[in-house]
């Protein structure tokens, strides 16, 4: 309300009621200008009255909502349910033009306006999490595979004789099938075993580029936040590497902004040698819906022609969604996410372990790793040759997801590249194990459930018996298993 309409409704309402009121919705629009002025995340969360009046004044600005708007083009932001314009805030246009998922809509300011802040306050979150240097990224709407892939397809126009790229094995297929997408050889750099632990093999990695030669190489694709047994990639030595040989090196970081040692590796390696962008999926780091990645980098220029080739317009909402998530949790809420992440991290830890003692099994060791957890299953796979996958089928039917069962000597083939022991980023490794994540967001009444669950799984296995054919386990178990678990969480939550 500006100040010729504060007076009309002085001639209504007593005058120092309107001011009174005036005053209340001053506050909420220096939060707006403090915003805007310096783009940066707020310190403490918004509440939703304040995100909800900037994303209306966002949306008054593009030239759908404008009274008496007449659109006579054939993308003129019109929606057919009013539920969907409802769930956009009627931010309908999207972002950036057919050139440039970046640039400026005229059509569209406030959707313009809302990219360029989201990504404004993206890149001080990545700053805060580790990466200091890191001078500029943006909001994709794709998954972290194709947005890799967009990296690939940009560097192609710098090194057009190059057809191979490094890579340090990590068995998930999208960021195996982003270089083939790409049209380019992936070139697999099997890992080294050390100790539990699979590390880059970084001697390897310098014999091919010898026996390819440099300029026929695209570039490293390492990565950062994987499945243990398998650490993050030497990524200052990986980064060095590239440096003293001029080629490029792209990091897949999936979930890697909630590690402060996966940003930090990445700092590390832009300090010492060569990281030319890395990529971080927005549901995985934000708690948002699937459908976003943040690609950042060290050089706005290069990060600019990234942003060039995405080819047309593109969808406003992982934008709108992370923009709203950090608006409500402000620098101090998302650094209380990865507190807790952390401290979640050692709980589950300790925890496993113990249950894997209890059935004469270990939690692997895998220091450099800050997210996921392996233990082994190897007096389980010795009993019987279908146990292990049958504990996987048995954890799914009771409502336990993202645990990953890995037998041995598993065969996958991806685009004619046949890789042996699948999942366990090795041709060969020494048992069968399962995985567990403490990732962000997860509560210690999550950890508990699945350590009580996994727990009876492994009692039934370990009688012999096959539960596998068996109705999932009813509702009212779960709600008595969790309501338990929610007490002993409770409890706990002084400790950790």
Same mark, same amino acid.
């Given at each position: 309300m500006?100040?010729?309409n504060?007076?009309?409704?002085e001639r209504?309402?007593?005058a120092?009621?309107v001011?009174?009121g005036?005053q209340g919705?001053?506050?909420h629009e220096?939060?707006?200008?403090?915003?805007?002025?310096?783009?940066?995340?707020p310190?403490e969360?918004?509440d939703?009255s304040?995100?909800?009046l900037?994303?209306?004044?966002?949306?008054?600005?593009?030239?759908?909502n404008?009274?008496g708007?007449c659109?006579v083009?054939e993308r003129?932001?019109?929606?057919a349910?009013?539920l969907?314009a409802r769930?956009?805030?009627?931010?309908?246009?999207? &972002?950036?033009?057919s050139? *440039? !998922?970046?640039a400026v809509?005229?059509? =569209?300011? /406030?959707?313009?306006l809302l990219?360029?802040l989201?990504?404004?306050l993206?890149?001080?979150?990545i700053r805060?999490?580790?990466?200091r240097t890191?001078?500029s990224?943006f909001?994709?709407?794709?998954?972290?595979g194709?947005?890799?892939?967009l990296c690939f397809?940009?560097?192609?126009h710098?090194?057009?004789?190059?057809?191979?790229i490094?890579?340090?094995?990590i068995?998930q297929k999208?960021?195996?099938?982003?270089m083939?997408?790409a049209?380019f050889e992936?070139?697999?750099?099997?890992?080294?075993?050390?100790g539990?632990?699979l590390?880059?093999?970084l001697k390897a990695?310098?014999t091919?580029?010898q026996?390819?030669g440099?300029d026929n190489i695209l570039?490293?694709?390492?990565?950062?936040?994987?499945?243990?047994?398998?650490v993050p990639?030497?990524?200052?030595?990986?980064a060095e &590497?590239?440096?003293?040989? *001029? !080629?490029?090196?792209?990091?897949?970081? =999936?979930? /890697?902004v909630?590690?402060?040692?996966?940003?930090?590796?990445i700092?590390?390696g832009a300090?010492?040698?060569r990281i030319?962008a890395f990529v971080?999926?927005l549901?995985?780091n934000?708690?948002v819906?699937?459908?976003?990645a943040?690609?950042?980098g060290?050089?706005?220029?290069?990060v600019?022609e990234i942003?060039k080739?995405?080819?047309?317009r593109?969808?406003?909402?992982?934008?709108?969604d992370v923009?709203?998530?950090?608006l409500?949790?402000?620098t101090?809420?998302y650094?209380?996410l990865?507190?807790?992440r952390k401290?979640m991290f050692y709980?589950?830890?300790s925890?496993l372990?113990k249950?894997?003692e209890?059935y004469?099994?270990?939690?692997?060791?895998t220091?450099h790793?800050p997210?996921?957890?392996a233990?082994?299953?190897?007096?389980?796979?010795e009993?019987s040759?279908?146990a292990?996958t049958?504990?996987?089928?048995?954890?799914?039917?009771?409502?336990?997801? /993202?645990a990953?069962?890995?037998?041995l000597?598993?065969?996958?083939?991806?685009?004619?590249y046949?890789f042996k022991?699948f999942?366990?980023?090795t041709?060969?490794?020494?048992?069968?194990?399962?995985?567990?994540a403490?990732?962000?967001?997860?509560?210690?009444?999550d950890a508990?459930?699945?350590l009580?669950r996994?727990?009876k799984?492994?009692?039934t296995l370990a009688?012999?018996?096959?539960?596998d054919?068996?109705?999932?386990?009813?509702?009212?178990?779960?709600?008595s298993?969790t309501?338990k678990?929610?007490t002993?969480?409770?409890e706990?939550?002084a400790?950790?």
């Amino acid at each position: 309300m500006n100040a010729e309409n504060v007076a009309a409704s002085e001639r209504l309402v007593d005058a120092a009621y309107v001011r009174q009121g005036w005053q209340g919705r001053r506050a909420h629009e220096l939060r707006l200008r403090t915003l805007l002025e310096q783009g940066k995340c707020p310190e403490e969360g918004w509440d939703e009255s304040t995100i909800e009046l900037l994303l209306h004044e966002l949306a008054i600005m593009d030239s759908n909502n404008f009274l008496g708007n007449c659109g006579v083009g054939e993308r003129e932001g019109r929606v057919a349910s009013q539920l969907v314009a409802r769930r956009h805030y009627r931010l309908i246009h999207g &972002i950036g033009r057919s050139g *440039d !998922i970046s640039a400026v809509q005229p059509k =569209a300011a /406030g959707s313009s306006l809302l990219n360029k802040l989201t990504n404004s306050l993206v890149l001080d979150i990545i700053r805060l999490a580790g990466v200091r240097t890191a001078s500029s990224c943006f909001v994709v709407p794709m998954a972290t595979g194709m947005s890799l892939t967009l990296c690939f397809l940009t560097l192609r126009h710098k090194r057009p004789q190059a057809k191979y790229i490094l890579w340090p094995r990590i068995d998930q297929k999208s960021c195996f099938k982003s270089m083939i997408t790409a049209g380019f050889e992936p070139v697999v750099i099997e890992n080294t075993l050390e100790g539990d632990e699979l590390r880059t093999d970084l001697k390897a990695v310098e014999t091919q580029i010898q026996d390819l030669g440099a300029d026929n190489i695209l570039c490293v694709h390492s990565t950062t936040s994987c499945f243990a047994p398998r650490v993050p990639d030497r990524l200052e030595e990986l980064a060095e &590497i590239c440096a003293k040989h *001029d !080629i490029p090196h792209v990091v897949n970081n =999936a979930y /890697g902004v909630q590690s402060s040692k996966c940003m930090h590796l990445i700092q590390q390696g832009a300090r010492r040698g060569r990281i030319d962008a890395f990529v971080q999926s927005l549901d995985k780091n934000f708690m948002v819906p699937v459908g976003g990645a943040v690609i950042a980098g060290f050089s706005d220029s290069f990060v600019q022609e990234i942003s060039k080739m995405y080819p047309g317009r593109a969808s406003a909402s992982p934008s709108l969604d992370v923009l709203i998530t950090l608006l409500s949790l402000g620098t101090k809420g998302y650094q209380q996410l990865l507190k807790e992440r952390k401290e979640m991290f050692y709980y589950l830890s300790s925890e496993l372990k113990k249950l894997a003692e209890a059935y004469n099994e270990r939690l692997m060791e895998t220091p450099h790793n800050p997210i996921s957890l392996a233990m082994s299953l190897r007096k389980l796979d010795e009993q019987s040759g279908t146990a292990v996958t049958q504990l996987g089928s048995m954890l799914f039917t009771r409502q336990v997801s /993202g645990a990953r069962v890995v037998p041995l000597s598993s065969l996958q083939t991806l685009s004619g590249y046949t890789f042996k022991g699948f999942m366990s980023h090795t041709n060969s490794y020494h048992c069968a194990y399962l995985n567990a994540a403490s990732a962000i967001g997860m509560s210690q009444q999550d950890a508990d459930v699945f350590l009580k669950r996994l727990d009876k799984c492994l009692k039934t296995l370990a009688k012999g018996k096959n539960d596998d054919k068996n109705t999932p386990i009813a509702n009212e178990e779960i709600v008595s298993e969790t309501e338990k678990c929610s007490t002993k969480a409770a409890e706990g939550n002084a400790k950790y």
